[in-house]
Each structure stands twice: as structure tokens, then as C-alpha cells.
């Protein structure tokens, strides 16, 4: 990418969730994000990014983040500058997609292919049922006819749990289904959970434990995939994972963008890990670069918009459990 003197311009809107969503420890009702426009006087790129809750990566500090690098970005930045300006986070995220469509409307070229990925294709993605009384997941999982592939949300409540995925596999019998347990579990209930788990048929498990207690997997063998989420936010955590996790859950808001994303899921895969690619609640401005990370990855959960009380236009197209981003939406457009 060449560097050339920038206008960056932001705005903040929030979106209404459509239902309250709960998961372990926390409760949303709206999906606030930044929106950072890069132009060059011809051509403007955009990227969204809704942060790090449990980081205090939020819209106060996202604002100050963009702010803080205002002259340094207007000056003229590539991606890979970009990483040594910002720390990762939401304020890098949105600035390095924004520049990434910028470079393909520039330069007429997919984002794929300065990506150097091949032509996408669509993804088979995860359809979240939030923390609920077990008979209420049972519908909600009955509601997504068109889902292939279901994540629930477990809040650490050991039996609660085990009645929530009892009740979601018996209403479907034919779904691929995984649990993210956003770190409320410790090290000394996993044996119990996990068993219930193969009972049901379950084919990951996501973030048990705390961030912070990696160390207790030491030398724990699951006969499920065990992933990260909290426990992995950039590219330098990555070589930490072997021999403690499975597979690593890749958000761009976690790792600050597209470019350390991308960069993520090669090492992992040279490392011998599973890949996936997960998302905050957000637009499908913010689905579609994390769709380009998607075509390396192994299980992709992009289902964001899904609890929006409206998303924008045009939006992320959802077919037979399929997820499918346009350039309509984000890139050369």
C-alpha cells in the first residue's frame, strides 16, 4: 500500500440489539461502534469496530485512540506502519480496515487478492443462542431453521449449563454445536462439563477458563477441541497456545485489524492449531473483513447482525446457514 496525506473523519452511532444478549458475567442491550473514513481526496475506506468490553476498550477510549494519531494517519500511514503506531484494539481495527478498502477502490483490486487469498466463497457459519433458561435456548435453536451449525453461550452455572446444552441438542439432533464458556469455568469442573459435552455431542468448547489461568491446561487432555478467545488478542500470543488450546478465535477488534488477523491465522495454521474467526456484536461493515479471515479458517462465527434490531444496507446475506459478504458491503466496492 502507498502512502499518501489523508482526511480521517469518525463518527459513533449505536445499535439497538433486537432482544437483551447474556452471556457469562454481562448483559447487552445496544452494540455502540466507531466508524473511522480515511480519504485521499478520490477515493475514502471505511472500517467499523465495536472494541474490547472486557478490556475497557470502549467508545471513550477508542475516540481518544484515533484521536491521539490524527496528524500521524492525515500525514499518510500504510498497514504495516499502522502496527507501530496503535496497539491492538478497536482503534486499530477500524483504521487498518479503512485503509484496506481504501487500497482496493484505489488500486480497482479485491481485497482478497491484496490479501492474496483465491476468490471467496461462502461460509458456513455459527448461529448464537445467548445465556437463557434452557427450555427458551431449546427455541431459539428451533427458531434458526436455517442454522447448519449453533454456539451457545454458557454462563458458568455447572448444572444450569449441562441442562442448556441437553435441551438445545435434543431440539436439534442434526446441528454441528459448540459452547463458549467465556471464562466461567475453573480448571476443577472441566472434567464433568467436557463429559457432558461428548454425551451431547458437542465439538468444541470455547474459553472455560479465566484469562490468565492458560497455565491450568497444562497437561490437561480434552477429547474436544478446547479454543481460545480471551485468552488470544494478538499475534504474539499465539505461540503461548501449543499444548494448552486447540484452536484460536480470532477477532479483529481483539487483534486490531485485518492485517494482524490475516497474520494470525497463518501462524497458527504453520503451528499446527485449528483456526476461527469470531466477531463482537456489530454491522456487517465490520463482518465483512473479518469474512476475508474467514477463507483461512477452520469454523467461522460471523452472526453479529443477527441481533441487531436493524442492520445496514446493503448487509451480510445469510443462506442455508451460509454466510456470504459482498463488496457491496466493504471493499473495492
Not at 254 to 276: F, H, S, Y
Request: glycine fraction near 10%; hydrophobic fraction near 45%.
Amino acid at each position: 500500500m502507498t502512502t499518501v496525506p489523508l482526511t480521517l473523519d469518525y463518527r459513533v452511532e449505536s445499535f439497538p440489539l433486537a432482544s437483551p444478549f447474556r452471556i457469562s458475567g454481562h448483559v447487552f442491550t445496544e452494540a455502540p461502534v466507531i466508524v473511522v473514513t480515511l480519504s485521499d481526496g478520490t477515493w475514502s475506506g471505511r472500517g467499523e469496530a465495536a472494541g474490547v468490553y472486557y478490556l475497557g476498550d470502549d467508545i471513550a477510549a477508542m475516540t481518544a485512540a484515533v484521536d491521539a494519531v490524527r496528524s500521524d494517519i492525515e500525514a499518510g500511514v500504510t498497514s504495516a506502519a499502522l502496527q507501530q503506531r496503535l496497539p491492538a484494539g478497536g482503534a486499530r481495527n477500524a483504521i487498518d480496515c479503512a485503509l484496506w478498502e481504501l487500497e482496493a477502490r484505489r488500486s480497482g483490486t479485491p481485497v482478497h487478492e491484496l490479501a492474496g487469498l483465491p476468490e471467496p466463497r461462502p461460509l458456513r457459519t455459527t448461529f448464537t443462542l445467548g445465556a437463557d433458561d434452557p427450555d427458551a435456548m431449546a427455541a431459539g435453536a428451533r427458531r434458526y431453521e436455517q442454522a447448519r451449525a449453533l454456539k451457545l453461550k454458557l454462563t458458568g452455572d455447572l448444572d444450569l449449563d449441562i441442562a442448556r446444552v441437553d435441551a438445545v441438542r435434543a431440539a436439534r439432533p442434526e446441528c454441528w454445536i459448540g459452547v463458549d464458556a467465556n471464562q466461567g469455568f475453573a480448571i476443577g469442573e472441566l472434567d464433568r462439563l467436557i463429559a457432558a459435552l461428548v454425551a451431547a455431542d458437542v465439538k468444541l468448547l470455547e474459553q472455560p477458563l479465566a484469562r490468565g489461568r492458560e497455565a491450568d491446561l497444562d497437561g490437561y487432555r480434552s477429547p474436544i477441541p478446547i479454543a481460545a478467545d480471551e485468552s488470544v488478542l494478538t499475534l504474539a500470543d499465539i505461540e503461548g497456545l501449543a499444548g494448552r488450546f486447540d484452536v484460536v478465535n480470532i477477532k479483529l477488534d481483539k487483534c486490531g485489524g485485518l492485517t494482524e488477523g490475516l497474520a494470525m491465522a497463518r501462524r497458527a495454521r504453520d503451528l499446527g492449531l485449528g483456526v476461527m474467526v469470531g466477531n463482537m456484536v456489530s454491522s456487517s461493515l465490520a463482518m465483512a473483513p473479518a469474512f476475508v479471515v474467514g477463507q483461512l479458517c477452520d469454523i467461522v462465527d460471523l452472526d453479529g447482525p443477527i441481533f441487531l434490531a436493524a442492520d445496514r444496507t446493503p448487509s451480510i446475506e445469510y443462506r442455508d446457514g451460509d454466510a456470504w459478504c459482498g463488496e457491496a458491503i466493504w471493499g473495492r466496492g
